[in-house]
């Protein structure tokens, strides 16, 4: 079992910034890409950004330039700076990642519970 344990959300005021951090544990053998989702109210899940093991990161193109990416691949844990927060920002952020199974011999998908991010006008 691999888990997914997100922190760093809370209350900010708009044009300010949170990081977030999600870490994995467990029975880790190996992790691929990791990235970040969110849902905000009403609304279905979307990508944020994602990372691949290499450290190359992809971002949904209407938050280039405000949010980073990165990993720390010794600690297993992935972080999202974001900055320049808007109202439309407010969602419950979470973290995903390919984790490899050996009793599966392949990769699968892991969620972390989600951590929220509130940003206040």
């Known amino acids: 079992q691999v888990h997914l344990v997100e922190s760093g959300g809370g209350v900010v005021q708009a044009g300010g910034s949170l990081k977030l951090s999600c870490a994995a544990s467990?029975?880790?053998?190996?992790?691929?890409?990791m990235g970040w989702y969110r849902q905000a109210p009403g609304k279905q899940r979307e990508l944020v950004a994602s990372i691949t093991s290499g450290g190359s990161p992809n971002y949904a193109d209407p938050l280039k330039g405000r949010f980073t990416i990165s990993r720390d691949n010794g600690n297993n844990t992935v972080y999202l700076q974001m900055n320049s927060l808007k109202p439309e920002d407010t969602a419950v952020y979470y973290c995903?990642?390919?984790?490899?199974?050996?009793?599966?011999?392949?990769?699968?998908?892991?969620w972390g519970q989600g951590t929220l991010v509130t940003v206040s006008s």
């Open positions: 995903n990642a390919a984790a490899y199974s050996s009793s599966i011999r392949g990769y699968f998908e892991v």
């Open positions: 467990g029975n880790i053998y190996s992790i691929s890409a």
